[in-house]
């Protein structure tokens, strides 16, 4: 690494570095409408890192992704200490003073990331929201390290909008994979997602029903109360709001590529009142279905 930082000086077997030069950040990366959301200024791996020892005590200017794949280390973060084991990253936001390094006897492989932008911050408060003691843990997947992997070939190409583009894009897929794991892993294992993700197979399967929260939370063999919390802590949204955005969603489908009448889908919508129905779509869509329909009929 850089920026001050200690560490064996004749480096890893089989490490791997890149810096981004500062003059590529400076005339391209901050100032490009895609890059300057979040941009890698470093990347790197280090296997069996033995030694390995970093401290900075004012912090540095970008975030920093470490993720552990193998063996031991810490991490000391305002000075608290936190022990890292194997499928366990670590999120340490910019300007904040720490150290790291491997354990002795079990040194660590890590792939690690700096990185700056526009949006960077709030990603990085989003995982730590997400984390007990700065540092979650993950499955292991293959596809995320596909996607490091994917970055650092590209970077080691050179520097071309496109690519700078490209694996910065890439990059934000990576984020996603640490802040949405059961999504990237298609595991949602919890019972608790199970009942949601059911559910909504059951709204889709019955998008012209009228359905009441009872009849949702009978399904799910929950209270009213119990189960009205646990959909919206899941999906953000009411049981009741989320069944009326997939009714809009497939309206947009018919007024795109039907001649139906407003009357006629807001009847196979399970909604009677063709004009609650148009308030309802011009409230989730901030326009009028008759102009949705004028922006976007697919002639065929």
Same mark, same amino acid.
């Given at each position: 690494?850089?920026?001050?930082?200690?560490?064996?000086?004749?480096?890893?077997?089989?490490?791997?570095?890149?810096?981004?030069?500062?003059?590529?950040?400076? /005339?391209? &990366?901050?100032?490009?409408?895609? @890059?300057?959301?979040?941009?890698?200024?470093?990347?790197? =791996?280090?296997? %069996?890192?033995?030694?390995?020892?970093?401290?900075?005590?004012?912090?540095?200017?970008?975030?920093?992704?470490?993720?552990?794949?193998?063996?031991?280390?810490?991490?000391?973060?305002?000075?608290?200490?936190?022990?890292?084991?194997?499928?366990?990253?670590?999120?340490?936001?910019?300007?904040?003073?720490?150290?790291?390094?491997?354990?002795?006897?079990?040194?660590?492989?890590?792939?690690?990331?700096?990185?700056?932008?526009?949006?960077?911050?709030?990603?990085?408060?989003?995982?730590?929201?997400?984390?007990?003691?700065?540092?979650?843990?993950?499955?292991?997947?293959?596809?995320?390290?596909?996607?490091?992997?994917?970055?650092?070939?590209?970077?080691?190409?050179?520097?071309?909008? /496109?690519? &700078?583009?490209?694996?910065?894009? @890439?990059?934000?897929?990576?984020?996603?994979?640490?802040? =949405?794991?059961? %999504?990237?892993?298609?595991?949602?294992?919890?019972?608790?997602?199970?009942?949601?993700?059911?559910?909504?197979?059951?709204?889709?399967?019955?998008?012209?029903?009228?359905?009441?929260?009872?009849?949702?939370?009978?399904?799910?063999?929950?209270?009213?109360?119990?189960?009205?919390?646990?959909?919206?802590?899941?999906?953000?949204?009411?049981?009741?709001?989320?069944?009326?955005?997939?009714?809009?969603?497939?309206?947009?489908?018919?007024?795109?590529?039907?001649?139906?009448?407003?009357?006629?889908?807001?009847?196979?919508?399970?909604?009677?009142?063709?004009?609650?129905?148009?308030?309802?779509?011009?409230?989730?869509?901030?326009?009028?279905?008759?102009?949705?329909?004028?922006?976007?009929?697919?002639?065929?």
């Amino acid at each position: 690494m850089k920026e001050k930082a200690l560490r064996k000086r004749e480096g890893f077997e089989g490490q791997r570095l890149i810096v981004l030069p500062r003059k590529i950040q400076n /005339d391209f &990366l901050v100032d490009d409408p895609i @890059t300057r959301q979040i941009y890698i200024t470093d990347i790197g =791996y280090y296997p %069996k890192a033995q030694f390995h020892y970093v401290e900075r005590p004012q912090g540095i200017s970008q975030h920093i992704i470490i993720y552990c794949l193998n063996g031991h280390g810490w991490v000391e973060i305002n000075k608290k200490k936190i022990e890292v084991a194997p499928s366990q990253f670590i999120a340490i936001p910019a300007n904040t003073p720490h150290r790291y390094g491997s354990a002795t006897d079990d040194p660590w492989t890590i792939y690690w990331i700096h990185f700056k932008g526009q949006t960077a911050g709030y990603i990085v408060d989003l995982i730590l929201k997400n984390a007990k003691n700065y540092k979650p843990t993950l499955a292991y997947n293959a596809n995320r390290i596909k996607l490091f992997e994917e970055i650092y070939t590209n970077l080691e190409k050179g520097y071309s909008a /496109d690519t &700078l583009r490209y694996v910065n894009m @890439t990059f934000s897929h990576f984020l996603s994979s640490l802040l =949405y794991e059961d %999504k990237f892993n298609n595991m949602d294992t919890a019972q608790e997602s199970h009942v949601v993700a059911h559910t909504i197979d059951l709204m889709q399967k019955r998008i012209g029903d009228v359905i009441s929260l009872n009849e949702f939370a009978s399904f799910a063999n929950l209270s009213v109360s119990h189960f009205s919390v646990l959909f919206r802590s899941k999906t953000g949204y009411s049981p009741i709001e989320y069944f009326n955005h997939l009714k809009i969603q497939k309206a947009c489908q018919y007024l795109t590529f039907t001649k139906m009448s407003i009357k006629e889908m807001a009847i196979m919508l399970g909604v009677e009142d063709q004009y609650y129905f148009s308030r309802m779509f011009s409230k989730l869509m901030d326009i009028p279905p008759t102009e949705y329909r004028k922006r976007n009929m697919v002639n065929g």
